[in-house]
């Protein structure tokens, strides 16, 4: 079973990541949040029981909090710090990915628009099992482009 977050303000882009996700050959439980503030209080719920999260896919874009933010807090937190987080955004700004990288998420993905290219992102992202990979990725492999 994989645990997998989605952050992002968007009800469009959830129902259409939970679509995804559900055609895949993965067995997964999606916990969908709306805001930043939502993700942080999640995340310290349910860090333990039930387990962390496998990956987090993080929108930048979100009210109350936003993704930057989030990343922060994230990394900053001994407790969160290990949980890949995968930027999930529809900027693929040059400043914005390198902010991202800097401040410590896994990958960045900019959001595709057809059903088959956000399957392909989410099973790259699920195959590549960045939650036993403790190590940075290397930023020339940071941007998933599919």
Same mark, same amino acid.
């Given at each position: 079973m994989r645990y997998i977050f989605l952050a992002d303000d968007d009800a469009d882009d959830c129902t259409f990541f939970e679509e995804v996700l559900q055609?895949? /050959? $993965?067995?997964?439980?999606? +916990?969908?949040? *709306?805001?930043?503030?939502?993700?942080?209080?999640?995340?310290?719920?349910?860090?333990?029981?039930?387990?962390?999260p496998h990956v987090i896919f993080l929108d930048l874009n979100m009210p109350r909090k936003n993704?930057?933010?989030?990343?922060?807090?994230?990394?900053?937190?001994?407790?969160?710090?290990?949980? /890949? $987080?995968?930027?999930?955004? +529809?900027?693929? *700004?040059?400043?914005?990915?390198?902010?991202?990288?800097?401040?410590?998420?896994?990958?960045?993905?900019?959001?595709?628009?057809?059903?088959?290219?956000?399957?392909?992102?989410?099973a790259t992202v699920l195959d590549l099992e960045l939650w036993k990979q403790p190590t940075k990725t290397p930023r020339s492999k940071f941007l998933l482009m599919l």
């Open positions: 055609d895949l /050959p $993965v067995q997964a439980q999606l +916990t969908i949040v *709306n805001d930043g503030v939502e993700l942080m209080k999640t995340l310290d719920e349910t860090v333990f029981e039930p387990p962390p993704g930057f933010e989030c990343l922060d807090e994230i990394r900053q937190n001994p407790r969160f710090k290990e949980i /890949p $987080v995968v930027i999930f955004s +529809t900027s693929d *700004n040059n400043e914005t990915v390198d902010k991202t990288y800097n401040q410590g998420a896994n990958h960045y993905i900019r959001k595709p628009g057809s059903h088959a290219a956000l399957k392909k992102v989410i």
